[in-house]
C-alpha cells in the first residue's frame, strides 16, 4: 500500500493569473509519503508503517474562470527510494512510485476588499496611528487551528531491540491557544495546548504514543511584504508523554513521564494590516532535543 498525504506547496507563476486565461507554474511541496506491506505470509501483521517526509517538484497549468480556479498538475518526487524491512531481520531498499498527477479546484474570495479604499486614502495608516499612540492596539486573542507533528530522528530503544519499527506516522490534532499582542514591538506571548497521540505495528510488536503539550510561547515578527509578516521566536513546553507496547500478544510497557523541552518557533501570518480582527498564522515548532 502506498499513498500521499496533505501537501503543503509553494508555486510560481511567471505571468498573472487572469480570467479566461491558462498559465503555466512551478513549484516544491512539502508532503508525507504512506507505505505499508501487506503479507498474509508471517504470523504476526504486515510490515511496518512507513512514513517519511519528502520535497517533491511541481509542475502544471492553471486555469480562471471568474472566481474558480482549475489546476492540472504533475509531482517528481526524486527522493523516492527507502530502507524498509521485509521481515524482523531483513531489510531492503525499496523503491516509491515517482510521479503523480493531480487535479484541484479553487474558490477566489477575498475578506479585505473592502479595507482597500481606506488602505489607499490613508485612513487605514491614520486609525493605526491614533490606536497605536493609547494602547489601543495592545491587546489580547484566541487562536484554534490544527496541528501535525513529525519525527525528525529515530527511537534509540527500537534501534536497539526493535529495528524493523518505523517511525510513528504524523499525528493530527487541534490546537488552542490564549495570547497577548504587544503593538509596538510586534510580539507575541502565547499559552497555547496541543494533544497527539500516534500508533505504528509490524511482525507481532504494536506500539502507541501520547502527547499532551503546554506551551509558553514567545515570537517576535519582522518585515511585511504586502500582507506576509514572517515570525521567529522561542517556546517552553511542559510535555505529558505516555508509551505503550505489545510484543506477540503480551503487554510489555505502559510508561508515563512529565519533561520540560525548549524549542524554536517560526512561521509567518497573512496580515493584510495591522488592525485586522482576524488574521491566519502558519507556525513551525522544532525541538532539538
Not at 80 to 107: A, H, L
Not at 137 to 147: T, V
Not at 252 to 276: H, K, V, Y
Amino acid at each position: 500500500m502506498h499513498n500521499n498525504n496533505v501537501e503543503t506547496g509553494f508555486k510560481f507563476y511567471p505571468w498573472r493569473i487572469e480570467n479566461g486565461k491558462i498559465r503555466p507554474f512551478l513549484g516544491v511541496a512539502w508532503t508525507p509519503y504512506l507505505f505499508e506491506q501487506d503479507n498474509s505470509n508471517f504470523q504476526f501483521s504486515d510490515g511496518p508503517r512507513l512514513d517519511h517526509t519528502s520535497f517533491p517538484l511541481l509542475g502544471g497549468l492553471t486555469f480562471r474562470l471568474r472566481k474558480h480556479l482549475f489546476n492540472l498538475g504533475a509531482s517528481w518526487n526524486y527522493a523516492n527510494k527507502q530502507d524498509y524491512y521485509i521481515s524482523r531481520t531483513d531489510e531492503v531498499k525499496i523503491s516509491t512510485p515517482p510521479f503523480q498527477v493531480s487535479f484541484s479546484y479553487g474558490y477566489v474570495f477575498d475578506t479585505t476588499i473592502r479595507a482597500e479604499d481606506e488602505w489607499e486614502s490613508g485612513e487605514t495608516k491614520l486609525k493605526t496611528e491614533i490606536l497605536a499612540e493609547n494602547g489601543g492596539l495592545n491587546d489580547f486573542y484566541l487562536s484554534a487551528g490544527f496541528s501535525s507533528a513529525f519525527w525528525l530522528g529515530n527511537s534509540s530503544y527500537n534501534e536497539e531491540l526493535r529495528p524493523y519499527m518505523s517511525n510513528f506516522p504524523a499525528s493530527l490534532a487541534l490546537e488552542f491557544g490564549l495570547g497577548y499582542h504587544l503593538h509596538k514591538w510586534d510580539m507575541n506571548f502565547l499559552l497555547n495546548y496541543r494533544g497527539m497521540a500516534s500508533s505504528n505495528s509490524a511482525y507481532g510488536t504494536e506500539q502507541a504514543i501520547r502527547r499532551k503539550a503546554y506551551g509558553f510561547e514567545v515570537t517576535k515578527n519582522f518585515w511585511d511584504y504586502n500582507g506576509f509578516v514572517p515570525f521567529f521566536g522561542a517556546i517552553v513546553s511542559n510535555e505529558r508523554l505516555r508509551f505503550r507496547e505489545d510484543f506477540e500478544y503480551q503487554r510489555t510497557f505502559n510508561i508515563a513521564e512529565n519533561r520540560t523541552s525548549i524549542g524554536l518557533s517560526f512561521g509567518w501570518d497573512i496580515r493584510p494590516n495591522r488592525i485586522q480582527t482576524w488574521l491566519i498564522r502558519s507556525n513551525f515548532r522544532f525541538y532539538p532535543r
